[in-house]
């Protein structure tokens, strides 16, 4: 590995030091490490680095070190967070190429949000929120689907029908149901048919590929690249920065209370508490069985909710 780099990554440590708690900051040496490891190994500067290495350096983490799929995540999202701050030091007119990577094949646990929602209101402005129009389109489908971001992602053109109002998705996590029929609201629509007929996809080298939603350097986005987006467009709203905060992961990691996995989440419970059943809420959202609602759910009982909902005499 070159000098430079090397002063780089010492900084950069540095710099997370004065930062982090104790057993956090070992975990970034330890990923600080393991990406030198690999840099020696493939004979590769930082600058150089693009979407196989990326890929490589995942696969180095699983393969070649052995790490469990929790950890291997973890460093990854590490080194993803210091070559974002690499680029802005070095003042490159580049996307980040960790944030393409896929890495819905490996088993790790996943952020919740502990039963946080939005309104529709807030909802709405969250969108219009969004920094590009390809943004509006992704999570405007999520909102009014009510599909996992994996889902979303992996959306195929020849899956979307405009006119209807419909996608066929691919269902994740449920092994009973190997797809399902999802269908938005006329705002999603027109967000949809503006990035794909208005020229904003088009503008992406890759605008021939199968899936909906794509980059500069990737026939699909990545869900890092999707959490990226949807990261800007929560720090655009000043509509939900009251329940903007952030929490400790086990691993001492800090996260975001609002991370994509809200739109599923709030299109759950606005479908209950508009009355909507169950049964037709489970089929939606590709749950395995009822039990996985109360994941989701704000199943307080109160006042106002027995007398919108119950038997009025």
């Not at 590995?1 to 010492?10: H, I, P, T, V, W």
């Not at 930082?46 to 490589?56: K, V, W």
């Not at 070190?65 to 291997?72: E, H, I, P, V, Y």
């Not at 800090?254 to 599923?264: A, D, K, N, P, W």
Request: net charge negative; with cysteine; glycine share 4%.
């Amino acid at each position: 590995m070159n000098s430079n780099d090397e002063r780089f990554l010492d900084s950069w440590l540095r710099r997370r030091k004065s930062r982090l708690a104790d057993g956090t900051y070992s975990s970034e040496q330890s990923a600080v490490t393991a990406l030198t490891e690999f840099l020696e190994k493939e004979n590769k500067a930082l600058e150089n680095m693009d979407f196989l290495s990326a890929d490589d350096f995942l696969s180095y983490l699983t393969n070649d070190k052995g790490l469990a799929d929790n950890t291997a995540v973890n460093y990854y999202s590490k080194i993803q967070q210091m070559y974002e701050y690499y680029i802005k030091a070095k003042k490159l007119n580049r996307e980040n190429p960790f944030d393409e990577v896929d890495i819905d094949h490996l088993n790790y646990d996943e952020a919740s949000n502990d039963k946080i929602n939005l309104d529709k209101t807030e909802v709405r402005s969250l969108i219009e929120s969004m920094p590009e129009m390809r943004a509006k389109a992704l999570f405007s489908f999520q909102a009014t689907t009510g599909a996992r971001i994996g889902e979303v992602i992996r959306l195929k053109m020849e899956n979307l029908d405009l006119s209807e109002r419909s996608a066929k998705i691919i269902t994740l996590k449920n092994e009973k149901q190997d797809d399902r029929v999802v269908y938005f609201d006329r705002k999603s629509r027109r967000y949809l048919s503006k990035y794909i007929n208005n020229g904003y996809r088009s503008k992406f080298p890759n605008d021939d590929s199968k899936y909906v939603f794509i980059t500069r350097i990737a026939d699909r986005i990545s869900r890092d690249r999707a959490s990226s987006l949807f990261t800007n467009g929560v720090e655009n709203c000043s509509e939900i920065q009251n329940k903007l905060d952030s929490n400790l992961k086990a691993n001492g990691d800090e996260r975001s209370t609002i991370t994509t996995h809200i739109l599923r989440r709030s299109y759950a419970q606005n479908w209950v508490d508009s009355g909507g059943d169950i049964m037709t809420l489970r089929n939606l959202m590709g749950w395995r069985d009822l039990e996985t609602a109360r994941q989701y759910l704000n199943d307080d009982v109160d006042k106002d909710k027995m007398d919108r909902y119950g038997l009025d005499l």
